[in-house]
C-alpha cells in the first residue's frame, strides 16, 4: 500500500514538474517521432530525460564549448531529447540550406516565446499566412529611396557619438555605454520619426533607455531559466512583475507615438507640404518606417490596426538597435587590434572625402568596399545573432534523405557555420581579404549567415550595412582606435555578448 502510494506520488510529481517545465509546443512522445529520432546521430542521453541533466549543469559561459563538443563528435548534425522534446542542431551548409531556404519551414522555434509578449506578432515572431503578408507588405519600406532618406539620421547621430567619443580624451570607455545611446537615437527616428535624444541630453528619455536594456536582459533570463516559461506561473513571480511593468510601459510609448504621427499624418494629407519639410534633392518629404506603413494602410485600406503598427515598431526597435550595437562594438574592438587593418580603412575613407569633414552619401557609401569587407568579417567572427532556431510543422527531407520529423526544434549556430576551417581556413584569425569578391566566389553560399538567409532573412540587412558603414567610417575619418580589452569571451545569448564590457580609446586625428 505504501509502496503503490510513493509510486503514485512520484509520477504525480514529475508529470507535475513537466507541466512547468516543458513548453507545450515542444514535448512529443509520439512513437513516429522516437522512431525517427533513434534513427539520427547524436547524444543518446537517459530515457525521457535525455541530456536534460547535462544541459542543467551549464550556465551560459559553457554554450560555445558545449556546441563545439557537439559538432566534434556529430560533425554533420546532432539530435537529442531534453525531456520529452525533440532537438537537433544542424553543423552543414548543404543542411541549413534545404531548412533556411524552404517557403514552407518558416516557423520560429520556441525559444522565440520569450519575446512573444513584448513583439507580439510582429515580422520577427509571426509565421503562416499573416507572415507571408505582412513581409510582402513591408518589403518596400526598405526600398533603396527610403534608405537614402535615412541617411541624415545616419550621419547626424554618427557625428554625435565621435563627438562623445573624443570628450574622453584618450582615457579607457567602456564602449557599450556610448553606442548603445547611438544606435537607439538611430532606430527610433528612422523606424517612428521619434528623436529621442540620448547622445545630446544624456537625461532624456532615460526611462526608456533603462525600459529597453532591462527588458532585452529579462528576456534572455526568461529564455533560460526553464521555470519561467509558463505564463501563468511567471507573472507572479518578482521577475515577471518587473518584466510586464517594463512592457506596458514600453508599448505605452510606442502608442503614443503612433497616435500622434498618425494624426500628424491625416491632418496634414489635405496640405501641401511645406518645403521646410521637403528633402533638398528631390523633393520628397523624409519620412520613417511608421510614416510609410501608414501611409499604405490610407492606399490599401484598412491594413494595419494600432496593434499591428505597434507590433511592428517595438520589432523594428529591437531588432535595430541591439543588433547593430552589437556589430559595432565588435567592429571597433577589431579595429583596434589591428592597427593595419584600421589604417587600410581610414585610406579607403581618404580616398573617398579627402580633407572635407562633409556627410556621407549614398554614393560615398556605395565605395566604401574595402569597410565593407571589414564588416563582414566582423560579423562572421562575431555575429550578432549566434543561434536561430525553426519548428518543424511537417517532416523536413535532407539532401540523402535523411527524415527530420515535425515537431522537432532545429537549431543553427552561425557562430560555428562562421569559423568552419572548411570555409575559414585559420578562422580565429581576423582577414577581411576573406571576403573578396574572389573569395567568395566558391564557398557555401549558406557558411555565412549573419543575417540568417532564404524567405525568412533579416528585412533590414541593408539598412544595418548602410548604418554601419555610416557609423565606422565617421569614426575612423576622425579619430584612430586602441583596444584596451585585450580578448573578448563571448556569451551566445539571443546576441552575442561579451562576459566583461569592451573598452577602448580613441584619439583624435
Not at 6 to 13: E, K, V
Not at 71 to 80: E, F, I, T, V
Not at 230 to 256: A, Q, R
Amino acid at each position: 500500500m505504501i509502496l503503490e502510494f510513493l509510486i503514485s506520488f512520484i509520477l504525480t510529481f514529475i508529470i507535475f514538474v513537466l507541466i512547468i517545465l516543458i513548453p507545450t509546443r515542444a514535448l512529443d512522445v509520439r512513437l513516429r517521432t522516437i522512431s525517427a529520432m533513434s534513427k539520427l546521430p547524436g547524444p543518446k542521453g537517459l530515457p525521457f530525460i535525455g541530456i536534460a541533466h547535462i544541459i542543467g549543469k551549464l550556465n551560459q559561459n559553457d554554450l560555445i564549448q558545449f556546441w563545439n563538443n557537439l559538432r566534434q563528435d556529430y560533425p554533420r548534425l546532432a539530435a537529442m531529447w531534453v525531456l520529452g522534446a525533440p532537438y537537433a542542431v544542424l553543423f552543414d551548409p548543404d543542411d541549413v540550406e534545404t531548412l533556411l531556404g524552404s517557403s514552407v519551414h518558416i516557423k520560429k522555434g520556441f525559444e522565440y516565446d520569450s519575446l512573444k509578449p513584448w513583439l507580439q506578432e510582429g515580422l520577427l515572431i509571426s509565421s503562416g499566412e499573416k507572415w507571408h503578408t505582412r513581409r510582402k507588405l513591408l518589403t518596400p519600406a526598405f526600398h533603396f529611396k527610403i534608405l537614402h532618406d535615412s541617411l541624415p539620421s545616419l550621419n547626424k547621430h554618427a557625428r554625435c557619438l565621435v563627438r562623445n567619443m573624443l570628450k574622453r580624451n584618450g582615457e579607457p570607455i567602456i564602449i557599450e555605454e556610448l553606442i548603445v545611446r547611438c544606435t537607439l537615437d538611430t532606430i527610433c527616428e528612422t523606424a517612428m520619426g521619434y528623436e529621442l535624444n540620448l547622445q545630446e541630453d544624456e537625461g532624456s528619455n532615460n526611462d526608456y533607455l533603462k525600459a529597453v536594456r532591462s527588458t532585452c536582459h529579462q528576456v534572455i533570463d526568461k529564455l533560460l531559466k526553464v521555470y519561467y516559461n509558463k505564463e501563468w506561473f511567471y507573472v507572479w513571480t518578482d521577475h515577471g512583475k518587473k518584466f510586464y511593468k517594463n512592457l506596458k510601459y514600453l508599448h505605452g510609448f510606442t502608442e503614443k507615438i503612433i497616435k500622434e504621427r498618425k494624426e500628424t499624418y491625416y491632418k496634414n494629407l489635405p496640405i501641401k507640404q511645406k518645403p521646410e519639410d521637403e528633402e533638398l534633392s528631390g523633393g520628397r518629404k523624409k519620412k520613417a518606417f511608421l510614416d510609410i506603413m501608414i501611409e499604405l494602410d490610407r492606399q490599401e485600406g484598412n491594413l494595419f490596426s494600432d496593434k499591428d503598427l505597434r507590433e511592428e515598431m517595438d520589432t523594428f526597435m529591437f531588432e535595430g538597435f541591439d543588433t547593430v550595437h552589437a556589430a559595432v562594438v565588435y567592429s571597433l574592438y577589431s579595429l583596434g587590434k589591428h592597427a593595419d587593418i584600421q589604417e587600410k580603412v581610414y585610406e579607403e575613407m581618404y580616398e573617398i572625402f579627402g580633407d572635407s569633414d562633409r556627410a556621407a552619401t549614398t554614393k560615398d557609401v556605395n565605395e566604401m568596399h574595402y569597410l565593407e569587407m571589414v564588416i563582414k568579417e566582423t560579423l562572421r567572427m562575431y555575429p550578432s545573432v549566434p543561434y536561430i532556431t525553426r519548428h518543424l510543422t511537417q517532416d523536413l527531407i535532407l539532401k540523402d534523405n535523411t527524415v527530420l520529423p515535425a515537431v522537432l526544434n532545429i537549431g543553427i549556430v552561425p557562430y560555428l557555420l562562421h569559423r568552419d576551417p572548411k570555409f575559414y581556413p585559420n578562422p580565429e584569425v581576423f582577414d577581411p581579404e576573406r571576403f573578396t569578391i574572389e573569395n567568395c566566389k566558391n564557398r557555401h553560399p549558406y557558411a555565412y549567415i549573419p543575417f540568417s538567409a532564404g524567405p525568412r532573412n533579416c528585412i533590414g540587412q541593408k539598412f544595418a550595412m548602410m548604418e554601419l558603414k555610416v557609423v565606422l567610417s565617421t569614426i575612423i575619418r576622425f579619430a584612430k582606435i586602441q583596444s584596451v580589452s585585450e580578448e573578448v569571451l563571448l556569451i551566445p545569448t539571443v546576441i552575442l555578448r561579451s562576459q566583461k564590457p569592451v573598452q577602448i580609446k580613441v584619439i583624435p586625428r
